[in-house]
């Protein structure tokens, strides 16, 4: 970078009326006057389809549900004690953010919504229950590490005629999976690798 363009940028930082985002998609960079980000902000959480109104801040209960479980956890020696110190966020954090959809329309972009787990209520314990949900993810015939993983997969296969690569774009993947079903697949899945005992 010139001095102009280190100069240019941290007055673009300093600028609190501006918004410097990722694009959703392509790598680029995205700048939008505050007003706007803000705007498509409100329209997003508005979609009464998809979120509602809360009466009160519910952090303090999810806070205390999730104490008693770990507890329980740890009465029950599933949870060592290290382990449950490790799990119980003391203070988390709640952030929601949007990167902005210039490849749908560069004049007025959408927004794609992102709640951020960093340090929320529940990041301590997804980063545990990850460590034994991996290794079964990863034995699964769908498992697709990388770009790098795939090619390596394709490499292998005999081309034919009339074969056809496809690629998809799921709309809201994980909040789509109803929980119920979720737990119940990850249970068969740690019981077949032996995570999980029946007592």
Not at 40 to 55: C, F, Q, V, W
Not at 151 to 172: H, R
Not at 177 to 188: F, L, Q, R, V
């Amino acid at each position: 970078m010139t001095k102009l363009e280190k100069e240019a940028m941290i007055k673009m930082q300093q600028n609190n009326n501006i918004i410097i985002r990722p694009a959703d998609k392509g790598g680029g960079i995205v700048i939008l006057n505050k007003r706007d980000y803000d705007n498509e902000a409100m329209n997003i959480l508005g979609d009464e389809k998809t979120y509602k109104l809360l009466k009160k801040e519910p952090t303090e209960d999810f806070k205390e549900e999730l104490r008693e479980l770990v507890q329980k956890g740890k009465s029950e020696g599933i949870l060592s004690k290290n382990e449950s110190l490790y799990i119980d966020m003391k203070n988390p954090k709640i952030a929601i953010y949007q990167n902005l959809k210039i490849h749908n329309d560069v004049r007025k972009p959408p927004g794609r919504p992102i709640v951020s787990g960093v340090e929320c209520l529940t990041s301590a314990l997804s980063k545990y229950i990850d460590q034994f949900l991996q290794p079964c993810a990863q034995t699964l015939p769908s498992y697709l590490k990388d770009t790098k993983h795939v090619l390596q997969i394709l490499k292998d296969i005999k081309w034919k005629e009339g074969y056809i690569i496809g690629t998809l774009d799921v709309k809201s993947l994980y909040t789509v999976i109803e929980n119920g079903k979720g737990c119940a697949a990850a249970k068969h899945f740690l019981y077949q690798k032996g995570e999980l005992t029946t007592t």
